[in-house]
Nanobody, 123 residues
């Protein structure tokens, strides 16, 4: 399994970005796929999860109504659509996967991690 994020960029407040996470290795069937972020000087924060093979989205309260998680099984790609971005969304965004759980704020909560992509929201 190799998770590779992309799509991070510098964007103005109110703008949008779509992050991608492609798995180039073994298919993670029935794994929970998650996005976790780390803002400068802060701890990891779980953002969103979706079951690989399912449709139900799980979102942190801080991003509900603004972010949407989805996946494309054909390309083994996970997405995070981020709208109405705010400066407090500035962080490194990581893609992660685990077979049994989601929602954790520790690296130990996930079996696989990507290398992260930087999102900066600033005017």
């Amino acid at each position: 399994v190799q998770l590779m994020e992309s799509g991070g960029d510098l964007v103005q407040p109110g703008g949008s970005l779509r992050l991608s996470c492609r798995n180039s290795g073994d298919t993670l069937i029935n794994y929970y796929m998650s996005w976790i972020r780390q803002a400068p000087g802060k701890d990891l924060e779980w953002v969103s999860s979706i079951l690989n093979g399912g449709r139900k989205q799980h979102l942190a309260d801080s991003v509900k109504g603004r972010f949407t998680i989805s996946r494309d099984a054909a390309t083994s790609t996970l997405f995070l659509q981020m709208n109405n971005l705010q400066p407090e969304d500035t962080a490194i965004y990581y893609c992660a996967a685990d077979y049994t759980k989601f929602g954790g704020n520790s690296r130990n909560d996930y079996e696989y991690w990507g290398q992260g992509t930087q999102v900066t929201v600033s005017s």
